[in-house]
């Protein structure tokens, strides 16, 4: 196992920021008895804590919050149901507010008077992850698998109801979870980290910030004119660039290579992605496609009688072995941490009381007090149970066991967050799934929404509590930074619901155009559990049984390896969503992450200071003009798509 799952974490010193944000300061490690905890929080309080000196909950970092992080759901909209993965939202963002308030500055020079602070783009940064990641929590989960499932699509209206009861559900549960993971657990959160490490060094380094910013700007319009190309389709435009491209007249087994999705997409947003995942994903995703469609693909296909149709061997076969591989390695992942479940319940006794709370608390006046735990939570609570029965046909009793479970299991997510950097969502709503598959058997719609509701709200705690380290490291104010994330919930829900609509053709889920991996995992373990075994085509069922085994030995190589040696191993995760993409996604990511790590050893300083920018300007660009060219299809401005 890894370090992190032997035993805690390290303790990292706690960092903060004097008044002008240009010193750290270091204060002890985690506290031991209640004095201790009294004593750090006074010591933060007075060393660290400058939130009432250093603006930072203004109209123009909540706005410029709502305005980023929606442009980041889209993007995340769009990779998701392409790839299966979301993409980080804060540091992307905190680059972009920083660059445009600089340029603004410079332009208007009157405004130079009102220097957007570091506490400002933390608090922008707050909103923007909370709308980044309304895409991974909903829409490329569940609502596309309920539609796999059911055939039944949702309206606008009940999209932006339950996707907003669900998140906000998230942030308030998190709230008395703040204080045990980060205030006495000391836990790393690393992305908190490391978002709090950039803001210091983008504040304090403007020029090399002000290039991160016009490159991200300048590789945005590159996808942004790549995406118009592709996905414009007017009589009046002189050309187009195709979707994918594979060598003609070359076969495999007596297959062709379109057949066998063999090629590259001709996308930039796959080339940033591949850029942002690193080698080491990228290679598995290789090696993984050529075994899914070089090898087993002409093999399938080539049974008599077929096993499946020529032209659905994905949607209909190799879909089996990567849901058996990623719901078999996430779960052993999961449970191999079994010291964080040990750690998480065994702090849900404070975590309930609300310790913090007590007359003499020095933080009693910028925490968020745990009555809006209860009422935030309690409201949206009733909000899901009462939508969950009106939409879903969810019994009430089994609505109000979701939200109870949701609670348990995204206090587990959160920690595991604050331990490992990695957000077991997956595993979340499988969990859910599993336990609603004995409770409601049969019914997919239950089995799904009732994860849908884990998993969402899992999402939502860990994202806050990872903008939350990053102020606690900067010493903003945490009551401030969570009603930042409510504005962030909003501005994602009126951005991703309408996109979504336009954008997610219900027929084209599972297709080429969008093979939606994750929802195609949540609808393969709901069809399981609703009809059995038996159900799967010709060779699937050996397929999954297969699939589940590699992905036990993958998860358990990842986990046991030496830390030295698992740059050498294959990620588990990566090769299951190869087998549920088509392979000219996988390809197309390998020579984005091969550029990125061919550029990162010939010129590492400028590697570090650009790759990550002009990838999230690539998915950026691309995406947002995808969502432009689809409304105006649907407004008849421009040809039909």
């Keep these: 196992m890894s370090s992190s799952d032997q035993s805690p974490p390290p303790v990292e010193p706690l960092l903060g920021i004097d008044e002008s944000g240009a010193r750290p300061i270091a204060l002890p490690p985690a506290p031991g008895s209640e004095e201790d905890e009294q004593r750090i929080a006074r010591e933060w309080l007075a060393n660290v804590y400058v939130g009432d000196k250093v603006p930072q909950l203004t109209v123009r970092a909540v706005l410029t919050g709502m305005l980023l992080g929606g442009v980041m759901a889209l993007s995340n909209l769009y990779v998701g149901m392409k790839t299966g993965w979301g993409l980080g939202v804060t540091i992307t963002a ?23 602070t570091i506490l400002e783009n933390n608090m922008m940064s707050s909103a923007a992850s909370a709308a980044g990641y309304m895409s991974s929590s909903i829409f490329v989960g569940a609502v596309p698998a309920l539609y796999l499932c059911t055939g039944e699509t949702l309206s606008g209206v009940q999209l932006a109801l339950w996707a907003g009861a669900v998140s906000f559900l998230g942030v308030f549960m998190a709230i008395p979870m703040k204080r045990q993971q980060i205030n006495i657990d000391q836990l790393p959160f690393p992305s908190g980290m490391a978002t709090a490490e950039t803001l210091r060094a983008m504040h304090e380094q403007k020029g090399d910030a002000q290039q991160k910013a016009w490159s991200l700007t300048l590789s ?61 994903v990228g290679l598995s995703l290789l090696v993984a496609s050529i075994a899914c469609y070089g ?38 992942m999961f449970f191999l941490r079994w010291r964080t479940i040990v750690r998480a319940f065994s702090s849900l006794g404070r975590v309930l009381t609300g310790r913090g709370d007590k007359e003499r608390d020095p933080l009693r006046d910028i925490e968020a007090p745990q009555s809006w735990f209860l009422w935030g939570s309690g409201l949206s609570g009733i909000a899901c149970v009462v939508l969950g ?9 089994m609505g109000v066991l979701a939200v ?38 049969g019914s997919m719609k239950v089995n799904l929404m009732t994860a849908s509701l884990t998993g969402g709200a899992a999402i939502h705690s860990a994202d806050l509590l990872t903008d939350l380290k990053s102020g606690y490291i900067l010493g903003a104010n945490p009551r401030k930074q969570l009603i930042a994330q409510l504005w962030g919930v909003v501005a994602g829900t009126l951005f991703v619901v309408p996109a979504y609509i336009l954008l997610i053709k219900p027929e084209e889920i599972g297709s080429d155009r969008w093979p939606a991996p994750a929802a195609q995992i949540w609808a393969g373990v709901a069809r399981v559990l609703a009809q059995g075994l038996d159900a799967l085509p010709t060779g699937a069922q050996p397929g999954l049984l297969i699939g589940c085994a590699v992905g036990v030995v993958l998860a358990l190589i990842e986990d046991f390896v030496p830390r030295r040696l698992k740059k050498y191993t294959l990620s588990s995760t990566a090769v299951g969503i190869a087998f549920v993409i088509p392979a000219w996604n996988s390809i197309s990511m390998f020579i984005g992450a091969l550029l990125a790590w061919l550029f990162a050893r010939a010129r590492p300083e400028q590697a570090e200071r650009y790759n990550l920018a002009v990838a999230s300007g690539f998915i950026a660009g691309e995406s947002l003009i995808a969502v432009v060219v689809a409304a105006l299809v649907a407004m008849n401005v421009l040809g039909g798509h």
């Design 220 to 280: 945005a319009l590159a996808g942004a004119v790549i995406g118009w190309f592709r996905e414009a389709h007017a009589r009046w435009m002189p050309f187009n660039i195709p979707g994918m491209w594979t060598p003609s007249g070359v076969r495999i087994g007596g297959q062709p290579l379109d057949r066998l999705t063999i090629g590259a997409e001709l996308s930039l947003i796959m080339v940033g992605a591949g850029a942002i995942i690193g080698i080491r």
């Design 389 to 397: 029965v009106v939409f879903f046909d969810i019994a009430w009793w």
């Design 94 to 116: 905190c680059i972009l507010a920083f660059g445009l308030f600089s340029t603004l500055q410079r332009l208007i020079p009157a405004l130079a008077k009102n220097e957007f």
């Design 404 to 441: 109870v479970l949701t609670f348990f299991l995204a206090l587990i997510a959160s920690r595991a967050t604050g331990e490992t950097d990695i957000t077991p969502t997956g595993a979340m709503g499988k969990i859910t799934q599993l336990v609603y598959g004995l409770l409601a058997p």
């Design 295 to 332: 090898v087993l693909g002409p093999w399938v296909l080539g049974q008599d009688p077929a096993w499946v149709e020529p032209n659905r061997y994905r949607q209909t076969w190799a879909l089996w072995p990567g849901v058996g591989l990623l719901v078999a390695s996430g779960l052993t």
